[in-house]
């Protein structure tokens, strides 16, 4: 079981660090020999790079707006858009600048690629603020940082085991 931990997010606009600062806590301790551990930022189309390596499981790290309590941590099963099912205009909508990639589009393109892996997790938190441009989390959302790095754990050790069963 190959397993990409990918954080994303952009550390100008608040909260939307918080995949930035988890896959950090991730990347400056040892991890499992199964487990990469990527920070790509706002750079979506390293994401799809990373994953032509070839694993068979992606945690992504990023805010989700689920209307929560801010600060709270959740994990997602990703169900990814298969852009071959897409009319022309929706696909070119959606794809025609990877600048803009977010993770969903990534994941999207790194399915019509053949690249994405079948199991596509997040480890999400629930933002204050993730779109006005700051430096700086918010308290509640800094504080959800370990917890996160603590249910990415959790899910490589489910998903170890899943395999191993």
């Known amino acids: 079981m190959k397993i990409l931990v990918a ?16 896959a950090n806590c991730l990347l400056a301790r040892d991890n499992r020999p199964e487990v990469s551990v ?13 994953l032509q390596e070839g ?5 992504v ?6 209307g929560r309590e801010p600060g ?3 994990t997602i099963d990703y169900d990814v ?8 205009n929706t696909k070119y909508d959606l794809l025609a600048d990877m600048h803009l990639a ?31 441009m700051h430096l700086g989390m918010s308290d509640v959302v800094k504080q ?10 959790l899910c490589v050790a489910s998903l170890i085991a899943q395999a191993e069963s």
Do not use: K, Y
Not at 38 to 50: K, P, S, Y
């Open 61 to 66: 790290i990023d805010t989700v707006d689920r």
């Open 7 to 22: 954080g994303v997010g952009n550390v100008l606009r608040g909260d939307d660090a918080f995949g930035v600062e988890v």
């Open 72 to 74: 709270t941590v959740m």
């Open 144 to 153: 959800a940082v370990e917890t996160a790095v603590s249910e990415v754990d």
């Open 55 to 59: 694993f068979d499981a992606v945690i």
């Open 38 to 50: 990527v920070e790509t930022g706002i750079a979506g189309i390293q994401l799809v790079q990373d």
């Open 81 to 88: 858009i298969d852009v071959h099912e897409l009319d022309h």
């Open 102 to 132: 977010t993770p969903e589009r990534s994941l999207m393109v790194a399915r019509a690629l053949g690249v994405l892996p079948p199991i596509v997790r997040m480890v999400g938190v629930q933002p204050v603020d993730a779109d006005t």
